[in-house]
């Protein structure tokens, strides 16, 4: 079975920094689409940003684009987002996930295509 565990969150104040680590279990990580993506309270979960198996392709959302940083470790069987310049926009539950099988060389973005999702961390920032 497939496990995910985030952690690495917190509170910051804006314009730190964070950087977030996914753990996987249970399958070839290695060889699976993986995604971050946030909630904050009353919206929907977003895309953040995503990495192809392999490491070929990586995706951000606009709102991220050079702040947010998506890297994986195969060996450690985990990924990472660091996160810099954080703003308040930013506060949220971030979720790591695995994507359904079939993605190479693509980041999907729905939350659709992907099959497994962690529990979720809480990142707070503040004004």
């Known amino acids: 079975q497939v496990q995910l565990v985030e952690s690495g969150g917190g509170l910051v104040q804006a314009g730190g920094s964070l950087r977030l680590s996914c753990a996987a279990s249970?399958?070839?990580?290695?060889?699976?689409?993986k995604g971050w993506f946030r909630q904050a309270p009353g919206k929907e979960r977003e895309f953040v940003a995503g990495i192809s198996w392999g490491g070929s392709t990586t995706d951000y959302a606009d709102s991220v684009k050079g702040r947010f940083t998506i890297s994986e470790d195969n060996a450690k069987n985990t990924g990472y987002l660091q996160m810099n310049s954080l703003k308040p926009e930013d506060t949220a539950i971030y979720y790591c996930?695995?994507?359904?099988?079939?993605?190479?060389?693509?980041?999907?973005?729905?939350?659709?295509?992907?099959?497994?999702w962690g529990q979720g961390t809480q990142v707070t920032v503040s004004s």
């Open positions: 996930a695995e994507s359904l099988p079939g993605y190479r060389n693509y980041v999907p973005t729905a939350t659709s295509e992907y099959e497994y």
């Open positions: 249970g399958r070839a990580f290695s060889r699976y689409t």
